[in-house]
C-alpha cells in the first residue's frame, strides 16, 4: 500500500462522513492552488487529505496523546479545545507517516496559521476555507480572493475568525495574531 492510500483507509475509518468529504474537497483544492501558486500538486494533496486526521478524538484521547508525547499546551491552546487537533496530528503524522517536514507544519499550523508561513502552510490554510463543501456566507468572497494572492485571502479568513473569537469572547492564539499581523503590514506595503 502506498501511503496516500494508507491515508486513505486511516481518515476513512477515523472520521465521520461529512468530515472525510472535508478532507477530500481540501485535497483537492490545495491541488488546485498548488498548481496554480507553483508548488508540487501531489505534496499539497497529501497534507489537505491528512489536515484533520485526529479531528475527532474525544478529550480523553487528546489528553492521552499530549501526556504520552509530552505535548505541553500554554493555557491559550489548554482554553481552546479546537486547536488540539493540529497539534496532535502533526505529531501523530510525523510518527505514523514519517511525512516530510513541510506537511507536518503545515498540517500544525492549519488552524491557526503563524508568521512566516511557507508556500504550503499558506496553501493549505486556505483550501481549508475554500473547498467545495464549505457554505459560510463570504465563502464565495474567498474563493475569489484566492484566485488573486494567497496572502489576500488569509487576510480575510484571519480577520473572519478572530473577529468570531472576539465575539463569542473566546482566546485568540499569538501565532494568529501574529499571522493577522504579518499579512496586514505585508499587504499595506504592496499597495
Ligand atoms: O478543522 P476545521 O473545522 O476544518 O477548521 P480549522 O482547523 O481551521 O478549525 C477552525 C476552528 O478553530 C474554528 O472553530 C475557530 C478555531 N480557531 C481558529 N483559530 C483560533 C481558534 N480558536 C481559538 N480559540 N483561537 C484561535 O486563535
Ligand atoms: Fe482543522
Ligand atoms: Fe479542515
Not at 485535497?27 to 479531528?55: C, F, N, P, R
Not at 479546537?82 to 517536514?101: I, N, P, Q, R, T
Not at 463570504?138 to 480577520?159: N, P, Q, T
Request: charged fraction near 30%.
Amino acid at each position: 500500500m502506498n501511503k496516500n492510500d494508507a491515508l486513505l483507509k486511516d481518515i476513512r475509518e477515523r472520521l465521520s462522513d461529512f468530515r472525510y468529504i472535508h478532507s477530500l474537497g481540501v485535497a483537492e483544492s490545495a491541488g488546485y492552488l498548488a498548481e496554480k501558486y507553483g508548488y508540487d500538486k501531489e505534496t499539497a494533496i497529501t497534507a489537505g487529505l491528512a489536515h484533520d486526521v485526529l479531528k475527532e478524538l474525544s478529550k480523553e484521547e487528546y489528553l492521552k496523546f499530549f501526556e504520552e508525547e509530552n505535548i505541553i499546551l500554554s493555557d491559550v491552546e489548554k482554553s481552546a479545545p479546537k486547536l488540539w487537533h493540529a497539534v496532535a496530528g502533526a505529531k501523530y503524522l510525523e510518527k505514523e507517516y514519517g511525512f516530510s517536514d513541510e506537511i507536518i507544519t503545515a498540517v500544525r499550523y492549519h488552524t491557526t496559521g503563524r508568521a512566516n508561513m511557507g508556500l504550503l502552510e499558506k496553501i493549505l490554510f486556505i483550501a481549508d476555507f475554500i473547498s467545495a463543501d464549505r457554505n459560510y456566507n463570504g465563502v464565495e468572497d474567498m474563493r475569489k480572493r484566492a484566485e488573486v494572492s494567497l496572502e489576500y485571502a488569509m487576510e480575510e479568513g484571519l480577520r473572519f475568525t478572530i473577529e468570531d473569537l472576539a465575539r463569542e469572547c473566546r482566546p485568540i492564539h499569538p501565532d494568529t495574531i501574529a499571522c493577522y499581523n504579518e499579512i496586514i503590514v505585508y499587504l499595506s506595503q504592496k499597495k
